[in-house]
């Protein structure tokens, strides 16, 4: 059974950084995907980045060129640098990770950009 843990969520203001942390437990498989989602108030849950290797990820449009996901295999971890916040980025962020279909989500942590 894998379980995540997010870390690192906050208040940032417009234009800062912050940077999430998610920690991973059980058995994974470098070759399955790990990523961030996020859900804002009112809004369905949407994808934020994947990675599978450090040459293998995948952006929303939204975040390019802004965020950058990192994955450290032997710690089972997954950041998420985020740059240049703006106020519709707050959210709930989500850590998940997909074996053969099969998601396992974080609980999330909050992050509010706002001054």
């Known amino acids: 059974q894998v379980q995540l843990v997010e870390f690192g969520g906050g208040l940032v203001q417009p234009g800062g950084s912050l940077r999430l942390s998610c920690r991973a437990s059980?058995?994974?498989?470098?070759?399955?995907?790990m990523g961030w989602y996020r859900q804002a108030p009112g809004k369905e849950r949407e994808l934020v980045a994947t990675?599978?290797?450090?040459?293998?990820?995948n952006y929303a449009d939204s975040v390019k060129d802004r965020f950058a996901i990192f994955r450290d295999y032997n710690r089972k971890t997954v950041d998420l640098q985020m740059n240049s916040r703006k106020p519709e980025d707050t959210a709930v962020y989500y850590c998940?990770?997909?074996?053969?279909?099969?998601?396992?989500w974080g609980e999330g942590t909050l992050v509010t950009v706002s001054s």
């Open positions: 990675i599978t290797t450090s040459t293998n990820t």
């Open positions: 998940d990770y997909n074996h053969c279909g099969t998601d396992y």
């Open positions: 059980g058995t994974l498989y470098s070759i399955n995907p």
